[in-house]
T-cell receptor, first 116, second 114 residues
Framework: DAKTTQPPSMDCAEGRAANLPCNHS???????VYWYRQIHSQGPQYIIH???NNETNEMASLIITEDRKSSTLILPHATLRDTAVYYC?????????????????FGKGTLLTVNP | GAVVSQHPSWVICKSGTSVKIECRSL??????MFWYRQFPKQSLMLMAT?????????EQGVEKDKFLINHASLTLSTLTVTSAHPEDSSFYIC??????????FGEGSRLTVL
């Protein structure tokens, strides 16, 4: 799986949008961008994933650059409960060659602190 | 979404004893389960991959005789830390993969070895 680079920490004011960047310059054509988060002392939680189009769900939006070398996770209205470590991971999609046999490798992630 | 449950959520044991942690997929069959370990302020580190009915595949540097993994059914995998020592104190997390291929994580189990 391609390596990713994220800032170690970020701060955000409650109610504001939190924009978390991720660089994945070595991503290959069949690799998706996945985002997970881990609230302190809990297991990781899936947030969103995408290939090349921007994606949105009830939790967040994912913006992927046209060259796919970087992406941004957007939490539109951050709350105190969004304070967590956010992990950006790239991996082969399920169903593609090797995709069903992938294993997730976590980097160091970004510690997002939402302040009141 | 799919639920993966771990038990116990926390355990304290004496040095030299063995501890078993269970990981269950509650509403789906998991052909593959993964075990991670996480030390304070560090990221998750993959320890091993277990497939139902076969031996686990361990990552480099993980002692298979110390961390025994059993995946006897499609809904249960166990991790046994044998002869635990204080340096084994950590947060152990499992994840399970169902037929859709997506991964779901357990809540984690915190082990403290005195």
């Amino acid at each position: 799986d391609a390596k990713t680079t994220q800032p170690p920490s970020m701060d955000c004011a409650e109610g504001r949008a939190a924009n978390l960047p991720c660089n994945h310059s070595t991503i290959s054509g069949n690799e998706y961008v996945y985002w997970y988060r881990q609230i302190h002392s809990q297991g990781p939680q899936y947030i969103i994933h995408g290939l090349k189009n921007n994606e949105t769900n009830e939790m967040a939006s994912l913006i992927i650059t046209e060259d796919r070398k970087s992406s941004t996770l957007i939490l539109p209205h951050a709350t105190l409960r969004d304070t967590a470590v956010y992990y950006c991971i790239v991996r082969v999609a399920v169903g593609l060659s090797g995709g069903s046999n992938y294993k997730l490798t976590f980097g160091k992630g970004t510690l997002l602190t939402v302040n009141p | 979404g799919a639920v993966v449950s771990q038990h116990p959520s926390w355990v304290i044991c004496k040095s030299g004893t063995s501890v078993k942690i269970e990981c269950r997929s509650l509403d789906f069959q998991a052909t593959t389960m993964f075990w991670y370990r996480q030390f304070p302020k560090q990221s998750l580190m993959l320890m091993a991959t277990s497939n139902e009915g076969s031996k686990a595949t361990y990552e480099q540097g993980v002692e298979k005789d110390k961390f025994l993994i059993n995946h006897a059914s499609l809904t249960l995998s166990t991790l046994t830390v044998t002869s635990a020592h204080p340096e084994d104190s950590s947060f152990y997390i499992c994840s399970a993969r169902g037929n859709t291929g997506e991964l779901f994580f357990g809540e984690g189990s915190r082990l403290t070895v005195l």
